[in-house]
Every structure is written in C-alpha cells, then in structure tokens.
T-cell receptor
Framework: AQSVSQHNHHVILSEAASLELGCNYS??????LFWYVQYPGQHLQLLLK??????LVKGIKGFEAEFIKSKFSFNLRKPSVQWSDTAEYFC?????????????FGTGTQLKVEL | DGGITQSPKYLFRKEGQNVTLSCEQN?????MYWYRQDPGQGLRLIYY???????QKGDIAEGYSVSREKKESFPLTVTSAQKNPTAFYLC???????????FGQGTRLTVV
C-alpha cells in the first residue's frame, strides 16, 4: 500500500531563514505529487504540484519542490521564510496505475516562523 | 461561484447515533474524497469515488459508509460502529487522475 512520510513534525524558524521540509513516499508506479498548505483557520490550499517533466517545480509564494525519483522524495523548499508562512504543510501522492485515483497525504509538518 | 460545500460546519451527536455529513460540489469533478484530520495524524483517507455509483474504501473505512448517486454529491455517514468519531472531516474533489484536489471548509463532528 502506498504511504507518505513527513519526517519533520514541528519546525520553528526565524524570519529569513531557509526552509526544507522532507517528504518521502512508498510506491513504485507512476505518481503525481503535491504540497498543500493549511493556514490557521483556513482550508487546504495547493502550493505546488508535479505531474511530469522538469523535476524542479515552482509554486506560489516563493515555494519550490524537487522530485527525486531514485529517492522517492519530493522535498519542499523556500530560500527565505516569512512570518506569514506559519502554517501546516502536507505532502500528498496520487497513484495513477491500475485504474486507481487514490490520493494519500502525509502526517503534516507544523511550521512556526518567529519574528 | 464554483466550489465544494460541506455542511454543517459544526455537528454534535450523541454516542450511538448515526450521522451524515454533506458534501456538494459544482465544479463538475468526477472524483471525490473524504478525509479525516486528527492532530498529528495528517489527513487519512476514508473513502473515495472516481465516478458516479462507484466508490472505494480508503485506509480507515471501518465505521463509515458513503454513496455516490449524483456526480455533485458524496455524503459520508458516520455510523455507531466508528469507535472514535469525534474529528474534523474534509471533503475534496478533482477533475480526474492527474489533477489536484480542491477542498471544502470541513465539518467538525463532536460525539458526546
């Protein structure tokens, strides 16, 4: 069964620090990869997505992620975080083989950015 | 405006009662999903449906049931067999495979 692992459960950074959140998945077939963000009191929003092509994808608000197929990873990065980036971040994987459309999420990473 | 509507936002039920959570979308999406969100556990998939009159169990389907009689509607019933039903429930939809999912605002269910 497919699974998604986010190893950092809580991250605290100062403004302007660089961010990298890890995401690994376990599935050998074709996948789509996503990062979602949930700001306090708001619903889940898409940050970025990878379907195919260039493994380095850029999303909204200066976020980017790199798909490394050999490592089954899709880590999220931002060069300089802002206080407004305080939120919970979820990695998600959709499997595309066998007629499936299953979308599985990781356990989330709570990011707190301090002034 | 197009979107996903979950109702109600807050729901209280007595233990032992079944309760149905509503999810409606007017995005013309084929696929719909139900997730449960608990602190520290992320989003866990309960059920998903790729097309009308078809649905599959997710990772934590026990104690839940769904139906997909219409493309725009995917109600979730939390039955009395669900041992720990108090949680935040999220509904999502997507066009089909290969597209991102859009989420509703969620329903917070409290069973007392």
């Amino acid at each position: 069964a497919q699974s998604v692992s986010q190893h950092n459960h809580h991250v605290i950074l100062s403004e302007a620090a660089s961010l990298e959140l890890g995401c690994n998945y376990s599935y050998g077939g074709t996948v789509n990869l996503f990062w979602y963000v949930q700001y306090p009191g708001q619903h889940l929003q898409l940050l970025l997505k990878y379907f195919s092509g260039d493994p380095l994808v850029k999303g909204i608000k200066g976020f980017e992620a790199e798909f490394i197929k050999s490592k089954f990873s899709f880590n999220l990065r931002k060069p300089s975080v802002q206080w407004s980036d305080t939120a919970e971040y979820f990695c998600a994987v959709r499997t595309l083989t066998g007629g499936g459309n299953k979308l599985t999420f990781g356990t989330g990473t709570q990011l707190k950015v301090e002034l | 405006d197009g979107g996903i509507t979950q109702s109600p936002k807050y729901l209280f039920r007595k233990e032992g009662q079944n309760v149905t959570l509503s999810c409606e979308q007017n995005l013309n999406h084929d696929a719909m999903y139900w997730y449960r969100q608990d602190p520290g556990q992320g989003l866990r998939l309960i059920y998903y449906s790729q097309i009308v009159n078809d649905f599959q169990k997710g990772d934590i389907a026990e104690g839940y049931s769904v139906s997909r009689e219409k493309k725009e509607s995917f109600p979730l019933t939390v039955t009395s067999a669900q041992k720990n039903p108090t949680a935040f429930y999220l509904c999502a939809s997507s066009i089909s495979r290969g597209y991102e999912a859009f989420f509703g605002q969620g329903t917070r269910l409290t069973v007392v």
